[in-house]
C-alpha cells in the first residue's frame, strides 16, 4: 500500500524559505512506488494551505520561495488532516519546518493530539534541543563537553547590567552572545572587548528574551549527522565546515551567500578523533531522547578536545544541504534517508516524551 505524506513547508519562523526549498528536495526525491506526497505550505502568517505539487519551492533567477497568504485551507482536528472538506488520510507527517513553531515541540504536540506519526523527534526532544539552555545542562550530565558561560534573561539585564557585566569580563573575551533559542546565526555576536558587550546582548534579546553568553571555543566546527536506521541511530562521517577567511565566525552571511562556506567531507582529521566524535553525536542524540534525525554540530580545538555547541532535531534538508550530503558521503543516498525517515517515523514511539 502506498502511504500518503504530508510535505508540510514554510512556517513562521526567519528559515520559511530554506524549509520550501527542503520541501523541494524531498519532493524530487522521495520513493513515489512507496509514498506518495501531499504537499501542505504554511504561510509566513501562519496559514495552512493544501498546495499543488507544481507550487514552485526552487530558487528561480534569484528569488526565494514562499507559501503565498491564498490557497485551499488546511484544517487539523483530532480527526486529522482535511482540505475543502475532505478528509486527506495522511499516514505519514514530515515536517520540513526550522525553527520555532516548527522544531521546538509545537507543531510535533499538535501531530500528537491527531495522532499522525510525523518524522523527527517528540514534542521533548524538539523543544529542549531548540533552548540551548536547557540542552547544555543535559549534555553535560552526559560528559559531552560544552563551552564555559552562562544564561542572561533580559529582566536581568534590566535590573542588574553591572553584575553579568562582570560575569562576561570573568569568562575572559572574546565571548559569544547569542539567543537561547535562536537559528542561522541571527542574534549572534563575537563580542572582542567588555566595550561591546552591553550592544551585543540588546541584539540577541531581539531575537529572544533569553541569551547565552559563552566563552569563545577556537577551533574547527566540525558537524556529524545522526539518522535512525530500522530502529539504531547510526553517525555519519563528520564533516569540517570552510569559512571563507573575511569572516569572523560562521556567520548568517557566511551560511547562506552562495560559496561562502563548503564542507570538507570526510573532516581532515585523525581517524581516532572522528570516531570520538561520531560515538558523541550518538550519544548527544541520546540524551536528549531524540528520534529519526538530528545534525550535532562540534567543536574541535588544537589539542583535540571535543565540545558540543548545539543539536538541530530538523537540520536543512535541501538535496545539497549539509545533512543529506554527509549520509551521500557515508554510502545512504538522498532518496534512502527518506525511507528510512518515513519507515521510522511509523515503527518507533517517538511520543511526548521522546525514547
Ligand atoms: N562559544 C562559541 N565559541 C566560538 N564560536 C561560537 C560559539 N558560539 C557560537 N559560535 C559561532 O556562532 C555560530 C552560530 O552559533 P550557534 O550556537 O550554532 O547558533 P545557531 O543555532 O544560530 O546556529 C557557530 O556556528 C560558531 O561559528
Ligand atoms: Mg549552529
Redesign the pocket.
Known amino acids: 500500500m502506498i502511504k500518503r505524506v504530508a510535505i508540510i513547508c514554510g512556517g513562521r519562523s526567519s528559515e520559511h524559505e530554506i524549509s520550501c526549498i527542503s520541501a523541494a528536495g524531498v519532493l524530487s526525491a522521495i520513493d513515489r512506488s512507496k509514498y506518495q506526497p501531499i504537499l501542505i505550505g504554511i504561510s509566513k502568517s501562519g496559514k495552512w494551505f493544501h498546495l499543488p505539487e507544481s507550487h514552485p519551492l526552487a530558487i528561480s533567477d534569484g528569488v526565494l520561495p514562499t507559501i503565498p497568504d491564498s490557497g485551499i485551507s488546511v484544517a487539523l482536528s483530532i480527526d486529522g488532516f482535511s482540505a475543502a472538506g475532505q478528509n486527506l488520510n495522511i499516514d505519514i507527517a514530515f515536517p520540513l519546518l526550522h525553527g520555532p513553531y516548527g522544531e521546538d515541540g509545537t507543531i510535533q504536540g499538535l501531530l500528537e493530539i491527531a495522532d499522525i506519526p510525523y518524522v523527527g523527534s517528540g514534542v521533548l526532544a524538539s523543544a529542549v534541543a531548540m533552548d540551548?539552555s536547557f540542552a547544555k545542562p543535559i549534555f553535560v550530565s552526559h560528559e559531552i563537553k560544552v563551552?564555559a558561560?552562562f544564561v542572561v534573561r533580559q529582566g536581568q539585564w534590566q535590573t542588574g547590567s553591572a553584575e553579568i557585566q562582570r560575569a562576561a569580563d570573568q569568562l575572559g573575551y572574546?565571548?559569544?552572545v547569542?539567543?537561547a533559542r535562536?537559528?542561522?546565526?541571527?542574534?549572534?555576536t563575537?563580542v572582542k572587548s567588555a566595550g561591546n558587550f552591553a550592544a551585543a546582548l540588546v541584539e540577541a534579546f531581539k531575537f529572544d528574551t533569553k541569551a547565552?553568553v559563552?566563552?569563545?571555543?577556537?577551533?574547527a566546527?566540525i558537524e556529524c549527522a545522526v539518522l535512525e536506521i530500522d530502529g539504531v541511530a547510526k553517525a555519519s562521517l563528520v564533516g569540517q565546515?570552510k569559512?571563507d577567511a573575511k569572516y569572523e565566525?560562521?556567520?548568517f552571511e557566511?551560511?547562506y551567500l552562495d560559496g561562502a562556506t563548503t564542507i570538507e567531507l570526510p573532516a581532515p582529521i585523525d581517524q581516532k578523533i572522528s570516531d570520538e566524535i561520531r560515538t558523541k553525536a550518538v550519544e548527544a542524540f541520546t540524551s536528549l531522547g531524540c528520534s529519526g534525525l538530528a545534525r550535532v554540530?562540534f567543536?574541535l580545538t588544537p589539542n583535540n578536545e571535543v565540545i558540543i555547541?548545539?543539536l538541530?532535531t530538523m537540520p536543512g534538508f535541501t538535496a545539497t544541504s549539509v545533512f543529506p550530503k554527509m549520509w551521500a558521503a557515508t554510502g545512504v543516498a538522498y532518496t534512502d534517508v527518506i525511507t528510512h525517515l518515513l519507515k521510522s517515523a511509523l515503527t518507533r514511539n517517538n511520543g511526548v516524551l521522546g525514547n
Open positions: 540551548k563551552a558561560g572574546p565571548v559569544f547569542k539567543p535562536g537559528g542561522s546565526s541571527r542574534g549572534t563575537k547565552l559563552e566563552q569563545e571555543i577556537r577551533g566546527e565546515i569559512i565566525f560562521y556567520d557566511a551560511k554540530d567543536f555547541n548545539e538541530n
